[in-house]
């Protein structure tokens, strides 16, 4: 019998569509569930981007230049230096999702047996991305106790080796929501200049900084034009999660050419998709101040509600729309497993991300689950009263 590879086999499930079949077992029982597993917003999809689409008279459905349209990059560029970032067109290359844009900057710039230090917990795919490419992620963790704020510097400098290449964080954090504060960012600049490393933010939820405090991109940084790399995404801006087009951010000109020669290999981004991607970039400020309104409401009522029940700890993001929550459990991939097989209240349940998966030191977040919150307040103040009830009754 034919036999499947070793990367094969080491590729993690992800914490966040694993549960999946459950869930829809649950639906097939008559169970209502709550979905607070996924980062898919509940927003309306910006109306000009929509109608981009559908007003358009292409009668061709052609290949797009592998880099991305020259009309939707020039306009990218205008876009990031409103937001303090300096870029042109040709900085920029459009991929296939943000997805996409790590595979292509991890296939850039490392090679089989090299390593990246990352600050766990960590978007699950980071360790997806890495297997497919024979890199080892180096952990450094950060607790729940000091909100996941960006570790001591000194500990970065420890795992740092001859096989590194790169620290990559993301900027507010999924699954955290944390977001780090300039002096955090300008000491990681410090580091990767010192020891000549890239430094990869993925800043896909960028517009979204809470309670008066302010995104600093590691493209706004002075002297690291050789190291900074931004990974961006529509997805979560504007709700177009979809669409699936990202892009690959630098001004390093040797990183940009390899990762389009990545590009060409695919041959090019979806048209229609880049289509209504360049007209969400003339959605008015007003979109975005009032979903940042939204999402301020629903974390404090989450955050509220959580701090309710007995025995479990969470910590308050500032940025995404994500929350670490942790619960008085020992195996919350069991719990959450449980919840949606076994339990029901009301004849409803949630389901929720075990946060294990966001860890790649075993062991780690065993008792912690990632909450997105993506539902109104109504089906969040809900949710959490499930949680109540199932954490009650599983704790029997």
């Known amino acids: 019998m034919p036999s499947i590879s070793k990367k094969g086999n080491q590729m993690p499930e992800s914490p966040i569509r694993k549960l999946v079949p459950y869930a829809e077992d649950a639906k097939k029982r008559g169970v209502k569930v709550y979905h607070l597993n996924i980062g898919q917003p509940d927003i309306k999809t910006p109306k000009i981007a929509l109608d981009a689409v559908k007003n358009n008279t292409i009668e061709t459905l052609s290949y797009e230049r592998s880099e991305g349209s020259e009309e939707y990059r020039t306009k990218l560029a205008k876009y990031y230096v409103k937001n303090d970032i300096p870029v042109t067109k040709d900085n920029i290359v459009v991929t296939t999702g943000g997805s996409e844009a790590l595979l292509f900057t991890i296939g850039s710039i490392t090679d089989p047996g090299d390593e990246m230090i990352i600050p766990e917990p960590f978007y699950a795919n980071y360790n997806g991305f890495s297997n497919a490419s024979g890199v080892t992620v180096v952990p450094v963790i950060s607790k729940i106790e000091d909100n996941f704020a960006l570790p001591k510097i000194e500990e970065f400098e420890k795992l740092i080796t001859k096989k590194t290449k ?231």
């Open 166 to 396: 790169a620290i990559l964080i993301c900027n507010p954090g999924n699954p955290t929501g944390y977001l780090y504060a300039k002096e955090e960012i300008e000491k990681l600049k410090q580091i990767v200049i010192k020891h000549d490393l890239f430094l990869i933010a993925d800043e896909v939820y960028r517009e979204f900084a809470y309670d008066g405090l302010k995104h600093t991109s590691v493209m706004s940084l002075e002297g690291a034009d050789q190291n900074a790399i931004v990974i961006d995404s529509v997805s979560k801006r504007y709700s177009m999660c979809g669409a699936r087009i990202g892009c690959i951010v630098s001004k390093n000109d040797a990183f940009i050419k390899t990762t389009i020669k990545f590009a060409q290999a695919r041959l090019s981004p979806p048209t229609f998709a880049l289509i209504a991607s360049e007209a969400a970039l003339d959605t008015p400020q007003s979109y975005f101040d009032d979903v940042k309104s939204e999402y301020v409401d629903r974390r404090n009522t989450l955050i509220t509600e959580l701090e309710k029940i007995e025995g479990v700890k969470v910590a308050k993001p500032n940025g995404a729309f994500y929350c670490v929550a942790e619960l008085p459990v020992k195996d919350t991939d069991h719990f959450a497993q449980w919840i949606l097989e076994k339990f029901s209240h009301d004849n409803e349940t949630v389901m929720v991300a075990p946060a294990s998966g966001f860890y790649s030191t075993p062991g780690e977040g065993k008792n912690q689950i990632r909450m997105a919150y993506v539902l109104n307040k109504k089906d969040l103040i809900k949710s959490v009263e499930i949680l109540a009830a199932a954490l009650k009754q599983y704790q029997q």
